[in-house]
């Protein structure tokens, strides 16, 4: 029960409505009619309540109510707020209203893997903490107070954010600095850095730079007057978290720039602003419009300001995401590329276009809403054009600004700008579970010649006799096939490029709805055939399939070295793997 709170496991918090009352006058107390919704059939759920007036309040008219309320934070080792140390990070921690939203209240339950739905309003919130602590909040701070028992009380005040977190530590070391490229708005960067990690301010700052200027260019430019980015503490589940003008990053001692650590979550959680933030869609049932997208963005901002990102492992940590770095010297990782994977182990299992809780599981929530619709809209990208693909997504995200969009939205946008229908891109993709993967491989065979009886230039029967000499013979002219066969159930257009030994060059293409299309050469010999050669369908879940090689003369030798040189380094690696592991 929330009273409760003096429970062994600190871990779980919760939310207690003492009163709700409208404000009069006259006045109404409207706490003896709440009640707990109960939309998935859980009675046990106390996360969703509802009171009702006395009388309807009519299309225009205003009303004013008032909320009392108390709260327990959890200790923050799980999930996604809480306190570790002296560390706090406060988030979920009021009564949220929900979003009147196509004609009906909007408000779903909590489910642990989702994120939330709210409207937009105006935060006028006052803080009041022990004065030694550094206080970081949504919106902009207008004014400290000190009181006479110690504490300090916070002023700040943000209009036009759907939500609003706040966080405070005396660990806190402050850095400040200011982005104000050409052509944007000016906007205050505040960081609070834990101590172990205030060498890499100046990296944290830059990211988040990367992240105001490239979303700013390819969406529409971040409007608010400043942005705070929090360092959580050592043992925090915060880390990689968005709120409106605050956001968590993560980042551990050792950092070599090859792991992008913390540029790729600074980039991703600032890059929140502009979809979560601004464009603000219902993530609770199209987690996709935002996450999916802003994956999608990182990936690329990530790509133009950094270059590819290196390959690497954490020995000595836990989960992974800590420990000693181990960069592997010269392997990069193609944008989107390391996503691939999670669509081949579960990309099967549902339609990527569903509400968040009802995935088959929680792989599948993650990969359907981020990784999938990200190589997705890269896949459209290739397809369309980046100049084109940047329109699309400039004019969505001014158009529907402040104004929670869905995904028809978003194809109506695509159709406007294109001037084409795209539904069938979206049906193989959104609305699809299926896979996408291209094969290519290619036949060279002798030239056949006639034998026997044949008719001359003339009209008359000419015996050609048989030649004689080893029919194996790879000396002589060639006659040869390519053959690119679609093993998925996506069908997209692709692109096919043909070298032949003579040095010439060709360059096919296929619509790639039948299961397979071969292409015929005939005296010409194919030395390398690919398909999607600019690797536009980054949907494609086998790269490697995608490339047929001659295994003959210098291909087989330049393999050969290759492959030595791998496994030489393989080897190494998985030595160093069993002393470390």
């Known amino acids: 029960e929330p009273w409760n709170w003096r429970r062994t496991d600190r871990s779980w918090g919760w939310t207690e409505v003492r009163s709700v009352r409208l404000l009069g006058p006259p006045e109404e107390d409207l706490t003896p009619t709440l009640r707990y919704l109960h939309e998935d059939g859980n009675v046990e759920d106390r996360t969703v309540m509802e009171v009702r007036t006395a009388k ?49 209240w909007n408000c779903h339950p909590f489910y642990p893997w989702t994120e939330f739905f709210a409207d937009f309003g105006v935060y006028d919130v006052r803080l009041t903490v022990p004065r030694d602590l550094v206080v970081g909040a949504t919106g902009r701070l207008e004014e400290k107070t000190p009181n006479p028992d110690g504490t300090e009380t916070h002023r700040f005040v943000q209009e036009d954010v759907h939500d609003f977190a706040w966080t405070a530590s005396r660990r806190f070391v402050e850095r400040r600095a200011r982005f104000d490229g050409p052509g944007y708005p000016q906007v205050d960067i505040r960081l609070l850095v834990q101590p172990e990690h205030a060498h890499l301010s100046d990296r944290y700052v830059e990211a988040t730079r990367i992240a105001l200027r490239s979303y700013g260019a390819w969406s529409a430019p971040y409007p608010y007057a400043q942005i705070t980015v929090v360092d959580p503490a050592w043992g925090s589940a915060s880390g990689g978290m968005e709120y409106p003008t605050l956001f968590t990053g993560g980042t551990t001692v050792f950092a070599p720039p090859p792991l992008r650590s913390p540029e790729s979550v600074t980039i ?22 935002d996450e999916g997208f802003n994956t999608y963005m990182t990936a690329k901002a990530m790509d133009h300001a950094l270059g590819p990102m290196g390959w690497g492992r954490r020995y000595f940590g836990p989960g992974g995401r800590s420990g000693w770095p181990v960069v592997a010297p010269g392997v990069t990782i193609a944008r989107g590329a390391e996503r691939l994977a999670g669509i081949r182990e579960t990309g099967e299992v549902d339609v990527m276009a569903r509400p968040g809780w ?60 294109t001037g084409q229908d795209w539904r069938w891109f979206f049906d193989e ?26 008719e001359g230039p003339d009209g008359r029967l000419v015996l050609h006799p048989v030649e004689g000499g080893d029919r194996d013979d790879e000396t002589g002219p060639r006659d040869s096939t390519v053959t690119v066969t679609r093993r998925g159930e ?55 399939n995608n490339v047929w090689v001659e295994a003959e003369g210098a291909a087989r030798r330049a393999a050969t070295k290759w492959a030595a040189r791998w496994m030489f380094w393989l080897q190494n690696l998985l030595e160093l793997h069993t002393l470390l592991g």
């Not at 993709?429 to 044949?454: K, L």
């Open 429 to 454: 993709t959104f609305f699809s579970s299926g896979r996408c993967d291209y094969a290519i491989e290619a036949q060279n065979e002798r030239s056949r010649r006639i034998e026997g009886w044949a």
């Open 268 to 289: 991703h959680e600032a890059g929140h602003q502009f979809w979560y933030g601004l464009v603000a869609n219902n993530e609770f049932e199209e987690a996709w419009l």
């Open 56 to 104: 309807p309040i009519s299309p225009g008219e205003n009303a004013r109510f008032a909320i009392e309320w108390d709260a327990l934070i959890p200790q923050g080792h799980v999930g996604r707020a809480g306190w570790v140390h002296d560390y706090h990070f406060i988030v979920q921690w009021f009564p949220k209203i929900g979003v009147h939203w196509k004609g009906e």
């Open 490 to 544: 996506v069908r997209m257009p692709v692109d096919i490029a043909v070298w032949f030994a003579d040095g010439r060059r060709v360059a096919e293409s296929w619509d790639g709805k039948d299961r397979w299309r071969r292409f015929r050469y005939p005296g010409a010999k194919v030395v390398r055939a690919v398909v999607d050669p600019r690797r536009r369908i980054a949907l494609d879940v086998d790269p490697a």
């Open 358 to 417: 009802a995935y088959r599981n929680r792989e599948s929530y993650w990969l359907n809403s981020y990784g999938k619709p990200a190589l997705t809209l890269q896949t459209l990208e290739g397809l369309l054009s980046d100049e084109t693909m940047t329109r699309i997504l400039r004019t969505y995200a001014r158009r529907f600004r402040f104004a929670h969009p869905t995904t028809e939205h978003f194809i109506a946008t695509v159709n406007e700008v």
